[in-house]
């Protein structure tokens, strides 16, 4: 299974293009509001998702094969904040499952000694958040299980990588020639 948080404040476009091409690829996606009383969570730019489950309600009953933290302001900061996003993730960590965070929300693998040593990327301004990541000046970046993104410009880019390494990268080339992107 995998699971995309929504906090608050996330990135719309972060959270919803990787979703869409994952759900298209025929990937299996749940997503899950975290923060608030009911499904319904906000975006940073007033865009509201109604989440397939609340935090209330989330459960590790089938085991994550992959996490998303979409980026944004505050969105980021809610997912850091948030004490079942920090189970989920650790979970996850241990458990050997990709660990996706676009924009900001490579701060939340940062802050908790995940990409020490790993190649990352995130948005202009958070490099200091990747405490001991290579920093790469790259769209999006693979690194074993963990993959990161810039930001909301990459958001498709990010999705057919997620989709790469969840199907394989012929379907993510055939998603991408059906969606007539024009490659990287």
């Known amino acids: 299974m995998v699971y995309l948080f929504l906090a608050p404040g996330f990135e719309e476009i972060e959270a919803l293009c990787p979703l869409d091409l994952l759900r298209r690829a025929g990937v299996e996606v749940t997503t899950v509001a975290i ?4 499904a319904a969570v906000t975006g940073a730019h007033g865009i509201t998702v109604l989440a397939d489950c609340t935090e209330a309600d989330y459960t590790l009953a089938a085991p994550a ?3 998303i933290l979409p980026g944004g302001m505050p969105g980021s900061a809610n997912l850091d ?7 989920a993730i650790a979970a996850a960590r241990d458990a050997g499952a990709y660990l996706a965070a676009i924009c900001a929300a490579p701060m939340i693998l940062g ?10 990327t995130c948005f202009p301004g958070f490099e200091d958040e990747l405490a001991g990541a290579i ?12 993959i990161t993104a810039a930001g909301m410009g990459v958001a498709l880019d990010f999705g057919l990588a997620l989709v790469a390494a969840l199907c394989d990268d012929r379907t993510a080339a055939d998603l991408r020639a059906a969606l007539q992107a024009l490659p990287a």
């Open 35 to 38: 923060g608030t009383p009911t």
């Open 111 to 120: 802050r908790r000694g995940l990409l020490a040593g790993r190649r990352a």
């Open 135 to 146: 920093l790469a000046d790259a769209r999006v970046v693979r690194d074993g299980e963990i």
């Open 65 to 67: 094969e992959m996490l």
């Open 81 to 87: 904040a948030s004490p079942t996003v920090d189970a």
